[in-house]
């Protein structure tokens, strides 16, 4: 088993020398970790990954709910976007798997319109705003194998311009009898390339002005296509000890972006009682965040189990990113 871990590790730092194709996706929001408990672990945690938020990671995740479970999450970009997402799960029962559905809203306040006539404003705003809708199934094959598969519908929108299209997510866990070690792949945003359409798109175009019989017609400008953040992702998570009512857990995840170098995330989280947890993580091979902090509490109210998560992304240069989520099971 050692073997097999640092065979592992040592995959996940030849991979990050991989080229890099920077920029050449669009929807960027999708990439975006959702879930302070994941984002606290610094992103590790396909493996690990087992309520709700389990949608906007690994759906495979989702077939640990017993019952229902709900997860919102928010956070402040860079103090300039807001998002929120929110997601519903729901064990069929009688071994039929587990449904959930998910939403995500990226947005921005309103902005002033500017041209070349007029720099200081035209009293004219425009906003953005990027949602993603999906739905899940996921389902235990057997007691170590588990797989899901979410579909989505995936929307951007600058002012008048829309682009939309159809995306998936894959997933799978397997569990091994060795410190609860569990082996997990993630694909996520698989899906046709996106386009930019709309109204102000329109124009008047004039074929030839030295021709007496040429006119105006109605034309329409076309946007270059651009393609889904394609995202593949390997990971490991294990107990590394127990003592008592103390267990620390760490998680290894090797990312393969389609736009960007392959990258390497790791995560541990410590928890007392199974009530209060300390998170922390490191990101190598990111361009500014690194270092990831976070924390979280349980609280059982009879039936219904209320979880809150708290993490903070420090980045190098621009401002550091605070999440907060609530969970909410029965």
């Known amino acids: 088993m050692k073997k097999f871990i640092s065979l592992f590790i040592l995959i996940a730092l030849q991979a990050t020398a991989q080229y890099s194709n920077l920029g050449t996706s669009g929807a960027q929001f999708l990439q975006i970790p959702l879930g302070a408990r994941q984002a606290a672990m610094a992103g590790a945690s396909i493996a690990y990954t087992d309520d709700a938020s389990s949608v906007f990671w690994n759906p495979a995740g989702l077939s640990h709910v017993n019952h229902v479970d709900f997860h919102f999450s928010n956070l402040n970009w860079f103090d300039l976007f807001d998002l929120n997402a929110a997601s519903a799960v729901y064990n069929l029962g009688s071994d039929l798997g587990v449904i959930g559905a998910h939403f995500i809203s990226f947005s921005t306040g309103k902005i002033e319109i500017t041209t070349e006539k007029e720099p200081n404003g035209t009293g004219r705003f425009y906003d953005a705003q990027d949602i993603a809708l999906g739905l899940s199934y996921s389902r ?39 410190n609860n070690l569990v082996i997990a792949m993630s694909m996520t945003n698989f899906g046709p390339d996106m386009r930019f359409e709309g109204p102000d798109l329109n124009v008047q175009y004039l074929k030839d002005d030295n021709l007496p019989l040429s006119r105006l017609a109605p034309a329409n400008l076309r946007t270059e296509e651009f393609s889904l953040p394609l995202h593949f992702q390997v990971g490991i998570a294990m107990d590394i000890f127990k003592i008592d009512f103390v267990k620390m857990r760490a998680a290894l995840d090797v990312t393969h972006p389609n736009d ?9 989280e410590i928890s007392v009682f199974d009530r209060i947890f300390l998170r922390g993580g490191y990101r190598y091979n990111y361009d500014d965040e690194k270092f990831t902090l976070g924390a979280g509490a349980n609280l059982p109210m009879g039936e219904t189990m209320v979880t809150f998560d708290y993490a903070y992304s420090i980045y190098d240069i621009l401002p550091n990113v605070q999440r907060i989520s609530v969970g909410v099971r029965f």
């Open 260 to 268: 960007n170098v392959e990258r390497v995330n790791l995560g541990t």
């Open 140 to 178: 235990a094959l057997t007691e170590q194998f588990r797989v899901g598969l979410t579909v989505k519908y995936v929307s951007q929108r600058i002012w008048n311009e829309t682009a939309g299209g159809i995306a998936f997510d894959i997933g799978t866990q397997y569990k091994l009898d060795y």
